[in-house]
């Protein structure tokens, strides 16, 4: 098990939208930003969807604009890892009860799962589909979404900023 420090939870008060990653990579444990890896297209589409301004360009820009807009940011795993991909299915399936546990805290509109891998394992549905779930967390729609990792590559740019817009839309975010 890693010893690294878990990121903590982007949050503010009135979340609408949370965006669930799968775990926190090792350069984001030691930066403490979700998404840290400068080759991430995680904020680059975030800008592209227009829910983050043009000019929040780095991790530390971006984490005070997304609480601002009423956007948080958690984790299925809290535990860093160099790839998702070390994680025991066992840890992913407790994501679940642990972003159950923000939702009821946290009362969003929307929560966006990002990977449709992950989703199956922690939701225990293995022939989910990404986008809208028929079932939500609590009153939050549940959508799932494309993972902005380098290795999803079947993912563009615009069609992750695509498919970030659609769900803050859903959430009521007012986009630039």
């Not at 979340?15 to 444990?29: E, F, Q, T």
């Not at 160099?82 to 992913?92: G, I, K, N, Q, W």
């Not at 293995?126 to 380098?150: C, F, H, M, T, Y």
């Amino acid at each position: 098990m890693s010893t690294l420090p878990p990121v903590p939870d982007l949050v503010g008060p009135d979340v609408r939208l949370v965006i669930v990653g799968i775990n926190p990579s090792i350069l984001s444990s030691e930066t403490g930003f979700h998404f840290a890896h400068p080759g991430n297209r995680f904020y680059p589409a975030l800008r592209a969807a227009g829910i983050l301004p043009a000019d929040a360009l780095t991790p530390a820009d971006a984490a005070p604009a997304l609480v601002q807009r009423g956007v948080a940011i958690t984790n299925l795993v809290a535990r860093p890892t160099a790839r998702a991909d070390e994680l025991s299915d066992d840890e992913v399936r407790g994501g679940r009860e642990r972003v159950e546990r923000f939702v009821a805290e946290h009362r969003p509109r929307v929560v966006a799962v990002l990977g449709i891998t992950a989703y199956r394992v922690a939701f225990g549905d293995k022939k989910a589909k990404a986008g809208r779930q028929p079932e939500g967390i609590g009153d939050a729609e549940l959508w799932v979404v494309s993972n902005p990792s380098g290795l999803n590559a079947h993912a563009t740019p615009t069609s992750l900023a695509a498919e970030y817009r659609t769900v803050a839309e859903a959430a009521g975010l007012d986009l630039h």
